[in-house]
Nanobody, 126 residues
């Protein structure tokens, strides 16, 4: 079992930056691949970024490539999402998610992930 708690959301102007954090419980954090998803009102939840258990493999949605960076600290049991050059269309609730994996692949579909946080709101004003 893994419990995930996101933090770091808020209101920012277009062009600004935010850093989201996701703290995981449990002693086997390094056994899980991690992902960030987002969901805007009336929209389906969509993949943003993912990272393999080792941190050696990263994967980004085209909409955020070059602006967002995912990273993890397996000592602190935390995964991060650094978001730069934010746009109003980035406004959404952002969710951290995890699935057990020792492969170096990163999955991008919602059903692939077994554990989810409660979400943190990110609002980008124009």
């Amino acid at each position: 079992q893994v419990q995930l708690v996101e933090s770091g959301g808020g209101l920012v102007q277009a062009g600004g930056s935010l850093r989201l954090s996701c703290a995981a419980s449990g002693r086997t954090f390094s056994s899980y691949a991690m992902g960030w998803f987002r969901q805007a009102p009336g929209e389906e939840r969509e993949f943003v970024a993912g990272i393999s258990w080792s941190g050696g493999r990263l994967y980004y949605a085209d909409a955020v490539k070059g602006r967002f960076t995912i990273s993890r600290d397996n000592v602190k049991n935390t995964v991060y999402l650094q978001m730069n050059s934010l746009k109003p269309e980035d406004t959404a609730v952002y969710y951290c998610a995890a699935y057990y994996s020792y492969s170096n692949s990163v999955r991008s579909r919602v059903p692939n992930y077994d554990y989810w946080g409660q979400g943190t709101q990110v609002t980008v004003s124009s």
